[in-house]
């Protein structure tokens, strides 16, 4: 059974139409990521949630925004898709636990099948 | 974290051993070494991970060197299914982003 569900798997949009991309999982697990992973090249993080807390990447544009309403789901919107924008987009998930020294996330991350946006 | 080095591409023939060299030469003492692997079309998946000790599981093998400045991932008995593109990365131990680098493109040849 599939654990971290994203929808759409294709979406095309326009070129400035906003889009909404969806991520969900059975896991429980408290950090979920968004990647963009563009042809040929390695996925590319764009932020992260710890638990309810948001981590931008220095270089993940404005364009992009997130939204976590509770711990099954995450969003990514793109308010703005230019044609640079047409990637694959990767959600995962992963867990921490308390270790002797503090919070230690396992490394595993669990990925949903991507969703794949074209921008017309 | 400590930065990795992996040829970009290689060739397996169908059944025999799969060696996946890594490099990770400014690797520290809490650091972890993970792989994952990407098929076509598909997200990451998590494969082996290890911090000083040879590790295997039913995907593959694990071999770091005893300076830990290098590993190996082997795919004992690799399948025209192992064909992808392997990401080697290194994790320090506590809380951290995983972050991929460009991976080695294993291409197994019937």
């Known amino acids: 059974d599939a654990m971290v569900i994203q929808n759409p798997r294709y979406q095309v949009t326009q070129f400035g139409k906003p889009v909404t991309l969806s991520c969900s999982q059975t896991?429980?697990?408290?950090?979920m990521y968004w990647y963009q992973q563009k042809s040929s090249q390695a996925p590319k993080l764009l932020f992260h949630?710890?638990?309810?807390?948001?981590?931008n990447e220095a270089d993940t544009p404005d364009n992009f925004q997130s939204r976590r309403p509770n711990t099954s789901f995450c969003f990514l919107d793109i308010r703005s898709p230019g044609l640079g924008d047409a990637a694959m987009y990767l959600c995962?998930?992963?867990?921490?636990?308390?270790?002797?020294?503090?919070?230690?996330?396992?490394?595993?991350?669990?990925f949903g099948e991507g969703s794949r946006l074209t921008v017309l | 974290d400590a930065k990795t080095t992996q040829p970009t591409s290689m060739d397996c023939a169908e059944g025999r051993a799969a060696n996946l060299p890594c490099n990770h030469s400014?690797?520290?003492?809490?650091?972890?070494v993970y792989w994952y692997r990407q098929i076509h079309s598909q997200g990451p998946q998590y494969i082996i991970h290890?911090?000083?000790n040879n590790e295997t599981n039913e995907m593959a093998s694990l071999i770091i060197t005893e300076d830990r400045k290098s590993s190996t991932l082997i795919l004992p008995h690799a399948t025209l299914r192992d064909t992808a593109v392997y990401y080697c990365?290194?994790?320090?131990?506590?809380?951290?982003?995983?972050?991929f680098g460009t991976g080695t493109k294993l291409q197994v040849i019937p």
């Open positions: 949630y710890y638990d309810k807390d948001f981590n």
């Open positions: 990365i290194v994790l320090a131990g506590g809380y951290q982003k995983v972050t």
């Open positions: 896991l429980n697990h408290n950090v």
């Open positions: 400014t690797i520290s003492g809490n650091e972890y």
């Open positions: 995962a998930t992963s867990r921490d636990f308390i270790g002797t020294s503090g919070r230690v996330n396992t490394g595993e991350l669990f």
């Open positions: 290890g911090l000083k």
